[in-house]
């Protein structure tokens, strides 16, 4: 019975991880295919990344999905963290639970909802479309996924470093920078790479918000591969697997060795 359950596990995941990453080695492999069609291998070839950085209509969409994420992503981290103190430091103040389901909203409402809106806000205020629009749109939806991490970090920490700082002399804003603040710094850092990561991969919000010189990389995929699939595109998605799956392994690397040294540090303390 054990033998059989565990094959059947086995191939279940097995069917499961080819389901969810067959498809993305295959458009890696097809990113070097000499063959203008995508579906017909003419052997291993380069051509299509030099011919990629030659796009210039794939490349503006790139520098522009790169300054609304960077700036999205730290505007959000911004008041995310801050929205997250807010909830978690005072829990009782008039309109509280309106405050938070106001933070938490996007976190449930549809992207379709949630661009529509938008974009009849803007039309309202007779805001016209760009990379502002945009911009602000991607503040609005990732906000809250960065308060979510922060919040749940700030639900652990032990606020008794903050009173004995305090004790010591140390006036409430020197406490949060050199007490609270590196300590809830990795939960930043996380809402920071997981806003940027929804701004790079939104698609939905930013075609009701976007105008005129704001196509960002998503919107110029879509509207190609409408057209049929290039394997510029596949070189496109192939170096933003690349860069995703760098930082992942980097962001790994940098807790493994942040746990091994707090490992270390408790081992010393406790010899002590």
């Known amino acids: 019975m054990n033998s059989t359950w565990s094959r059947f596990n086995i191939t ?96 449930v409402m549809p992207d379709v909802i949630t661009g529509l809106s938008l974009l009849l806000l803007f039309v309202a205020v007779d805001f016209d479309r760009g990379f502002f629009t945009v911009t602000l749109a991607h503040i609005t939806f990732s906000m809250c996924f960065v308060a979510v991490v922060v919040q749940s970090r700030l639900l652990t920490f032990d606020r008794s ?7 010591l002399g140390a006036p409430p804003v020197k406490t949060f920078f050199q007490i609270t603040l590196p300590v809830i710094a990795p939960a930043i850092v996380s809402g920071w790479m997981l806003a940027f990561t929804l701004s790079l991969d939104d698609l939905v919000v930013a075609s009701f918000t976007s105008g005129p010189g704001a196509t960002t990389l998503p919107m110029k995929i879509y509207s190609q591969v409408r057209l049929g699939v290039t394997p510029e595109i596949n070189a496109a998605c192939t170096i933003l697997i690349g860069l995703v799956a760098t930082g992942v392994i980097i962001a790994s690397v940098v807790n493994k060795r942040r746990e091994v040294q707090r490992i270390r540090d408790e081992q010393a303390a406790q010899r002590g």
Do not use: C
């Not at 470093?161 to 004790?167: G, I, V």
């Open 12 to 107: 279940s995941v097995t069917l499961g991880f080819a389901f969810l990453y067959l498809p993305i080695v295959l458009l890696v492999i097809f990113s070097f295919n000499a063959s203008k069609l995508v579906t017909v291998w003419g052997g291993f070839s380069t051509k299509w990344y030099v011919s990629l950085f030659h796009n210039q209509g794939l490349m503006d969409a790139a520098w522009v999905t790169i300054r609304v994420g960077l700036i999205s992503a730290s505007v959000a981290t911004v008041l995310g963290t801050l929205g997250a103190l807010a909830l978690t430091r005072y829990t009782r103040f008039r309109g509280r639970m309106l405050f938070s389901g106001m933070i938490f909203a996007p976190l």
């Open 161 to 167: 470093l903050e009173e004995a700082a305090m004790d």
